[in-house]
């Protein structure tokens, strides 16, 4: 017979032979409210606390209701950082950040001349292998105090965001290429094409419990389409609109041939203007595309 029918069975008797006992005088009322303690206290120290087990606590982690809460608090914490990156870029008056993506390159070192020349600084957001083409180039970055980033390894949208983890994993094999190299830890990240729309909010979630900061832009200056000095143009009115708004500029731009052309232009002019050239820092509050209902899955 299983314990509780036990219990049962034993809880049963017991009334019934206190109640006889009441009727006949064997227990004074005294004594029967400390039977009932008695029998009170047993019955608590019979429950045990349920402990789940290893595969109860995997059910639950992998279940769609945990998901479902992972994916609104992450809804929730984007949001509000959001809010708080907008706050901060209106705070840095006359401050610009320049970001160079898809390097490093041959015409890497040419472009960290010309913006020494005009004590600017800048965040690089490069590709794993071509940083193992560049190794030198990446170390000379990082002693010289330029901002140092990740762009993936593969920079095909169809291996990145294949899966809810494939971003992360591309981060962290990029992480370990840059800690070999420059002895940097790198946190910095921005995903290919941009965090919207292929960047979903379980992939958001992953790259934030293990601490990557998601950098997007506020003005893009198109130098991959325009490929002449029509990208300094058009950076230089995004910069005149942004300024209306007070939030400091985040500009993409390509460590390309055609970009490095150029780039003595768009120097001069922020120069001129009393900006000043920064990096991109952990401390800061990443600037990042919000979902808002425009990510889906790749796969779909």
């Known amino acids: 017979m299983k314990t509780s029918n036990k219990f049962y069975y034993f809880s049963i008797i017991s009334i019934f032979t206190i109640t006889l006992s009441l009727v006949i005088g064997l227990f004074s009322p005294s004594q029967v409210k400390s039977h009932l303690k008695q029998m009170k206290d047993d019955a608590f120290q019979g429950a045990q606390p349920i402990i789940p087990t290893l595969e109860v606590k995997h059910a639950f982690s992998t279940s769609k209701l945990n ?49 020494n020349k005009y004590d600017a600084k800048a965040t690089f957001f490069m590709i794993g292998p071509n940083i193992q083409s560049y190794p030198a180039v990446v170390k000379r970055m990082a002693d010289e105090g330029f901002g140092i980033g990740m762009h993936s390894m593969t920079h095909d949208a169809h291996q990145v965001y294949s899966s809810a983890t494939s971003p992360l994993d591309e ?40 601490n990557f900061k998601i950098w997007d832009w506020n003005i893009d200056s198109e130098d991959w389409k325009l490929m002449d000095q029509r990208y300094v143009t058009k950076v230089i009115q995004d910069i005149k609109s942004l300024e209306q708004s007070g939030e400091a500029p985040i500009v993409l731009l390509h460590d390309k041939q055609h970009t490095v052309q150029h780039l003595s232009k768009l120097l001069q002019y922020l120069k001129k203007e009393g900006y000043q050239m920064k990096v991109l820092t952990e401390e800061l509050v990443p600037y990042t595309f919000q979902c808002e209902g425009r990510c889906y899955s790749i796969n779909e």
Request: glycine share 6%; net charge negative; aromatic share 8%.
């Open 171 to 210: 981060m962290l094999e990029e992480s370990h290429i840059i800690q070999g190299i420059t002895g940097i830890e790198p946190l910095l990240i921005r995903l290919p094409y941009g965090s919207v729309p292929y960047l979903t909010v379980d992939m958001r979630y992953y790259l934030n419990e293990n």
């Open 67 to 115: 998901q479902s809460i992972h994916y609104q608090q992450e809804i929730i914490r984007e949001k509000a950082e959001h809010g708080q990156a907008i706050k901060e870029l209106q705070q840095k008056n006359k401050v610009i950040y320049l970001t160079f993506d898809d390097g490093p390159s041959a015409y890497s070192e040419q472009m960290l001349d010309i913006l």
